[in-house]
Nanobody, 123 residues
Framework: QVQLVESGGGLVQPGGSLRLSCVVS????????MGWYRQAPGKQRELVAI???????NYTDAVKGRFTISRDNAKNTVFMQMDSLKAEDTAVYYC?????????????????WGQGTQVTVSS
């Protein structure tokens, strides 16, 4: 099947930076949209940023101007550079990708999720 593995989370002071990475592996023939979501304690999971197959991007207002999403299609990887981090950015960050997979009967595009990586912003 398909696996997504995130890395790059950790503890950082306010104003600091982190770079998250997510690698897609397994059996698939294409990756369309890739994105990052986050979930803070006691809150719903929310979309942070998405990069489409055509390279257009979208960001939630809370991170505009501070976070940058990008992708390397040759490496099946999506990145998110996070600058000027704030305490309210503290959350578990999840990678998401829409992946084309072949079954015994059809080709389908399905959503896949990583296990999450913890980002903690604290002084």
């Amino acid at each position: 099947q398909v696996q997504l593995v995130e890395s790059g989370g950790g503890l950082v002071q306010p104003g600091g930076s982190l770079r998250l990475s997510c690698v897609v592996s397994g059996n698939f023939f294409a990756i369309n949209a890739m994105g990052w979501y986050r979930q803070a304690p006691g809150k719903q999971r929310e979309l942070v940023a998405i990069v489409h197959s055509g390279s257009s991007t979208n960001y939630t207002d809370a991170v505009k101007g501070r976070f940058t999403i990008s992708r390397d299609n040759a490496k099946n990887t999506v990145f998110m550079q996070m600058d000027s981090l704030k305490a309210e950015d503290t959350a578990v960050y999840y990678c998401n990708a829409v992946v084309g997979v072949q079954t015994v009967t059809s080709h389908e595009y399905r959503d896949y999720w990583g296990q999450g990586t913890q980002v903690t912003v604290s002084s």
